[in-house]
């Protein structure tokens, strides 16, 4: 089992910058892709972004151009997240998927955008 857990989180001013990060343990060979979901009071989570074993990427069309997702490694993955709205403001979850289905969640980081 794939364990997760985010940081980076916090308090930012409209037009800021964060850095996510989500590091994973136990299993991580396991690990086909990982991302990014948020989920703001009252609405459903939703995909920001996620990234594969190979690089390759999908984007929320709300962020694309403002964030970007990396993973330098197998179990570490970023979400560099720029000119930030209060749109913005929600929980933050890291996800890891494998190819036979199953999913690992994180416990979730605070975004907080101000306008």
């Known amino acids: 089992q794939v364990q997760l857990v985010e940081s980076g989180g916090g308090l930012v001013q409209a037009g800021g910058s964060l850095k996510l990060s989500c590091a994973a343990s136990g299993g991580i060979f396991s690990i086909n892709v990982m991302g990014w979901y948020r989920q703001a009071p009252g609405k459903q989570r939703e995909l920001v972004a996620r990234i594969s074993n190979s690089g390759s990427t999908n984007y929320a069309d709300s962020v694309k151009e403002r964030f970007i997702i990396s993973r330098p490694n197998m179990f570490t993955a970023y979400l560099q997240m720029n000119s930030l709205e209060p749109e913005d403001t929600a929980v933050y979850y890291c996800?890891?998927?494998?190819?036979?289905?199953?999913?690992?969640w994180g416990q979730g980081t605070q975004v907080t955008v101000s306008s």
């Open positions: 996800n890891a998927e494998t190819p036979w289905g199953s999913s690992s």
